[in-house]
């Protein structure tokens, strides 16, 4: 079982930063490849990004491609989100999800996901 929480929502201007992490517990986190979906109002959730378990190979939305990086520290049982030159149209609560395969994640194939936080940019 892995039990997920994001946090580092919060309301940022167009052209900023965030850093979203997603807290993983359970033993068996750096087995698990990871991802990040999105839901904007209105919308469906979308794929953002996923990473294998040990951080080598990582998958983009091709929005997200030369802003967004996933990243993953095993040792703290985290994945993480650094959103860069942030657009109006990221608006949106961010989910992060662990599944068995890269695939899994991918298409959101999973019953592994963190409550959701709420990413606001202002234009």
């Known amino acids: 079982q892995v039990q997920l929480v994001e946090s580092g929502g919060g309301l940022v201007q167009a052209g900023g930063s965030l850093r979203l992490s997603c807290a993983a517990s359970g033993r068996t986190f750096s087995m698990y490849p990871m991802g990040w979906f999105r839901q904007a109002p209105g919308k469906e959730r979308e794929f953002v990004a996923a990473?294998?378990?040990?951080?080598?190979?990582?998958y983009y939305v091709d929005s997200v491609k030369g802003r967004f990086t996933i990243s993953r520290d095993n040792a703290k049982n985290t994945v993480y989100l650094r959103m860069n030159s942030l657009k109006f149209e990221d608006k949106a609560v961010y989910y992060c999800n662990a599944a068995a395969t890269v695939e899994d994640v991918k298409v959101g194939r999973t019953t592994y996901w963190g409550q959701g936080t709420q990413v606001t940019v202002s234009s």
């Open positions: 990473i294998n378990w040990s951080g080598e190979n990582t």
